[in-house]
């Protein structure tokens, strides 16, 4: 073979090889999934949105965002999900819930929040709340949260270890708080019981993929100072979150600052209560300067407005708190008090509520109440460094949303569309740490028939036991 | 044969007949549907619920409403509508909306009313509304209505000829005004063109089983005062309803005010425009004492909460209005401020609104929400005397409703599952005027891909005509 045969032999060998080692480089990604064509709205720190675009998946994690184009470029794929024509969402993050309280959906609507409280709920969980209860509730729950796209939320109920068991089994990433209350309640009599429910649950949990446990004294006006910094004082030795209502009522702020010489907000801070593991809910009743606090020291917000306008609290000031940049986020608050977890009314009542409120049309547009239910729901957590947003790196939690429903029709902006006419049940598929939770509307990892069963035999359960 | 056979053969002969006639009874009946099982929310004036419940319909009425067994024992039924487990309601009244602009849903969202009206909505009118185009935008309206099970619509916009035209095409229930307006608009030049319209377009439709056609001035900023009186005069004429926007803003009240020396309500009862025939879109700004005016005068009232929200309006003093007893009830207004028209959002948000609003959680219960949307709207457009509630004599117009979707498990309450809980997305079966217009969500009065497919077109059009 002279020379130039030689040459001429290599050159094949190099042009027949090139597609082969790119094939192999292709198959060396191992079991990739990507999510491929579609509006890909990535709610990264541009807030790109990339228009037939796609979303690389390996293991628990995003590897890739792009066009559709550069991604199969680069990534097979040993699963496509084709999204052709839909819209690639980050998972939607409900900051605040009760999740089990599903089960109480709608038993005392239209009362006084006293009578409401008094009346029906407390008799009603003294009455039935224990672990099994906890958990179909939880199923309950969760089914719903998934069905309308949400991947990640915030709890604070009791028997919380069962949450986080029943949590974990549903592929659902949660912030998870066991409710610490100066009262006997159902898992916990006492005080010391709960701080010491709450250093288990927190330790057991701690490094769990998908659960953040976390402490949750219920509000100022039920839980002592003395209870408070032992709270704050565990939650600094194990590095926990803190779930905690603040500043819900007009008649919490006006007890607070009669018995503490401060409003919630202010007394909290001067006890040292504050930092940035505290996720506060509410926060209806707070002030330019006590926003300033909040956001100085990095605690979180959840913002529950049908929540808040059911129950007639009042209207947090959330275009100051996002004028100050505050993690503020979106949250359903328990179903007793809505009376569903759907995210997607809450974007929807939380742009237009603070229009009315502002009397500003500009007030809260679609794009930022989005950014609220997603990245800034995340800031809220404090769990923002693994999701809210599709980036590379992150947890892929992700919800896949049709575009093409008559109420959808036609489409202009994509934010419009997503917070003004989209519905829970648009979304059609969901990814929770790379893992499919559910397909083209087909739950993968709860039974929905027996989830019904479980909490209509509750139902009866729960009526029996008020007519006593 | 003897006395005692002949007797014997005459009790057996009776014996015999009576089933043979019984059922000749029932099948005398003719073409009855029956709808059947289920819990029936009558509406009627004791707001009867009949659990395991059954309604008759023979031709467009409904002919018996009561007890499953009671219906059963008297209808043999040539179709039965199995309802079991579902809620069987009145169809859903729209109040108020502007149908064909379904197309322009989201094209300007977050903006000020001035620049929504003037840069986004009058621009894309005036470049794209044609015959064809309100055709196709309501063909896209009526779909979402009926599939969220709302049988009757209160219309205002241009080419109501055509609207009506597609309205009676595709079974719906509608008050359909033409609208008269002191410029040129896309149908009628001048003010003239407008009332000969209106005449012939009312003369047309009047003894229609379906359109109630009616005369709509756009309000009394855009008309004159002897615009209004000639228009009342030939409502007058004609017999026919006046649909016209009144005190929606709190500039078009102060302007009115500077301009004829009175409130929009005092100063369209000062010139004698108020009658039993007229419907007031908004009246968001009015007094006590103007609410006595609508009701003394028979006005019916229409509120539209998600789009005064939206556009940052107001808040229409609807507890006073109820408290009067005002025929007032729930619209979507135009997709285009909204955006959809969906009335169980209308429901759900206006129970909350009002609630946070008045600061009191027991205001508009969820009974009366569904009141509101329901008979309430029929008496506020004047036709609570055939449609609004399921009672015998009345028209069919029916939805049945899934009850055990896990947004609405449990449920304990069913005004509380159905204003709080139920979403569009959960009717099932759509009944008009006698005609199933949607079975298990099947259209079959109109074709949704079709409706679609022009929706898009429109939307290359429209975005084309914007940016030229």
Redesign the interface.
């Known amino acids: 073979m002279n020379f130039r045969k030689f040459l001429s032999a290599l050159l094949v060998l190099i042009l027949v090889s090139i597609p082969i080692l790119s094939q192999q480089k292709k198959r060396a990604d191992g079991k990739v999934t990507i999510i491929s064509g579609g509006t890909v709205v990535t709610m990264d720190a541009t807030h790109r949105v990339i228009e037939n675009g796609a979303v690389a998946i390996k293991g628990d994690k995003v590897v890739a965002v792009g066009t559709k184009a550069e991604i199969t470029k680069k990534y097979r794929g040993s699963r496509i999900i084709d999204a052709t024509g839909k819209v690639v969402i980050p998972g939607l993050i409900n900051t605040h819930t009760h999740v089990p309280m599903s ?1 109480f ?3 005392s ?5 006293n009578d ?1 409280l008094t009346k029906y709920i407390f008799p009603a969980e003294a009455k039935n709340v224990d672990e099994a209860f906890v958990r179909a509730g939880t199923r ?1 729950g969760l ?2 949260m998934i ?1 309308g796209g949400t991947t990640t939320y915030c709890d604070m109920y009791y028997f919380e270890d069962a949450i986080a068991d029943e949590t974990k089994k549903a592929g659902m990433r949660g912030v998870l708080g066991e409710t610490m209350i100066d009262f006997p309640v159902a898992d916990n009599k006492t005080f010391d019981q709960a701080m010491t429910y709450g250093e288990r649950f927190v330790r057991k949990w701690k490094n769990d993929p998908l659960i953040v446990p976390a402490l949750a004294p219920h509000a100022p006006y039920t839980v002592s100072t003395e209870h408070l910094l032992a709270i704050k004082k565990l939650s600094d030795t194990l590095d926990a979150a803190i779930v905690i209502h603040v500043a819900e009522t007009k008649k919490e702020r006006d007890d607070i600052l009669a018995q503490k010489g401060a409003t919630p907000v202010n007394y909290l801070n001067r006890i040292g209560f504050l930092n940035d593991r505290v996720i506060a809910a509410h926060t209806v009743f707070v002030t330019n300067d006590e926003i300033d606090i909040l956001k100085n020291k990095g605690v979180g917000a959840a913002h529950n407005p ?1 929540s ?8 947090a000031p959330v275009p100051m708190m996002l004028s100050k940049n505050l993690a503020v986020g979106l949250g359903t608050d328990g179903a007793a008090s ?5 995210m997607w ?1 809450e974007m ?2 939380a ?3 603070h ?2 409120i ?9 794009e930022q109440a989005f950014e609220m239910a997603t990245i800034r729901g995340a800031r809220a957590l404090h769990i923002d460094k693994i999701t809210g947003s599709i980036e590379v790196g992150k947890r892929a939690d992700i919800a896949i949303v049709d575009l ?1 429903s ?8 994509v934010y ?2 997503l917070v ?2 989209t ?3 648009d979304v059609r598929t969901v990814i929770i740490n790379g893992q499919i939770v559910m397909l083209d509307r087909v739950l993968l990892t709860l039974n ?1 028939s027996a ?2 069963r479980d ?2 035999a ?2 009866i359960k ?2 029996n036991s008020l007519s006593r």
Chains 1, 2 share one sequence.
Do not use: C, F
Not at 308 to 315: D, F, H, I, P, V
Not at 338 to 342: E, G, M, Q, R, Y
Not at 406 to 413: C, D, G, I, R
């Open positions: 089960l959906r709608g038993i609507d239209d009362l006084d929040l409401w309950l089914a719903e069905r049908q808040n306008m059911k129950l007639a609290s009042g209207t809505n009376n569903d977890v759907d009314e929807d009542t742009a237009k509520l229009k009315l502002s009397g500003d049309p500009k007030t809260l547009p679609a093409n008559l109420h959808q029709t036609p489409s202009y902006n419009s569309s003004y006419s519905k829970a049940s929905e989830i019904k909490a209509n509750y139902r729960i009526i």
